[in-house]
């Protein structure tokens, strides 16, 4: 006996879609029937990947997206709804950090993190979920009512790691955030959880594992690796399911055992 998720007829709204972790969150929703809307700064990436999708079937649109900036998040997703229907499904994935210790971290460091993380993470999944609400009480069209918020925390939300304190700050405020949403939310039928990815090798970090640093750091994780973005997908399909409607609040790690 096989069991699949299924998303057809779900639009799917991926944050950070133009590399790493957000492009493939958008592939593997995608493969499960759902429409993609691919939102990031870098739209010509955006665009060499909705052609990707398309040739393989799916069905993706892409639209601009700084989460930093509260009227392009009200406009990509006004834009997002207009060209492809009712946000079903929040990847909330935009994310940064800066390599650095503690004294030496400038207000323009921490705002860079907590903008983006933080804060960005928060006003997106607002904007989404007051779409999602409206449609529960009847206000909006739609014919789905609910959805699924995944918030992309970290396994450094839940462990502090050295010269990353504060993007293991904005994380962990990004776990609890998905607990207020959750708390919040719930009645109206939409879940909110977390996915805490530990170490994944992506095009950002790639050069890092080669070098002794990286070496040294893959030494100390429980099976001596990294992961791969794929690793994530299972995780991220049970979040988005229609059938995970008693998954809420939850803060599920993808770590390899690192935060064990």
């Known amino acids: 006996m096989s069991y699949r998720i299924d998303l057809s007829g779900r639009v799917a709204f991926v944050t950070g879609a133009s590399s790493g972790l957000g492009a493939q969150f958008a592939r593997t929703l995608?493969?499960?029937g759902a429409g993609v809307v691919l939102a990031a700064r870098r739209v010509e990436r955006l665009k060499t990947l909705r052609a990707e999708l398309e040739s393989l079937g799916g069905d993706a649109h892409v639209v601009g997206l700084d989460v930093t900036d509260p009227e392009s998040i009200k406009a990509a997703v006004a834009h997002a709804e207009t060209e492809m229907g009712t946000i079903d499904i929040l990847v909330n994935n935009s994310g940064v950090s800066t390599?650095?210790?503690?004294?030496?971290?400038?207000p323009d460091d921490f705002d860079y993190v907590m903008d983006t993380n933080t804060r960005g993470a928060f006003f997106v999944a607002q904007e989404v979920a007051k779409r999602m609400i409206a449609r529960s009480r009847g206000a909006a069209p739609g014919t789905f009512t609910g959805g699924r918020i995944v918030n992309v925390a970290s396994m450094a939300g839940l462990r502090v790691l050295s010269q990353i304190g504060v993007y293991c700050m904005s994380k962990a405020a990004v776990v609890h955030m998905t607990k207020a949403m959750a708390l919040e939310?719930?009645?109206?039928?939409?879940?909110?959880?977390?996915?805490?990815?530990?170490?994944?090798?992506?095009?950002?970090?790639?050069?890092?594992?080669?070098?002794?640093a990286g070496q040294k750091l893959i030494s100390l994780l429980p099976r001596k690796r990294v992961g791969e973005p794929?690793?994530?997908?299972a995780a991220l399909m049970m979040l988005c399911a229609n059938e995970s409607h008693f998954i809420n609040g939850a803060v599920l790690s993808a770590d390899d055992g690192f935060g064990a």
């Open 30 to 32: 995608s493969a499960a």
């Open 99 to 106: 390599t650095q210790k503690l004294v030496d971290v400038t």
């Open 185 to 212: 939310w719930g009645k109206f039928g939409i879940n909110v959880n977390a996915l805490c990815p530990g170490y994944i090798d992506t095009e950002i970090n790639h050069h890092h594992w080669q070098t002794e």
């Open 230 to 233: 794929k690793d994530l997908d």
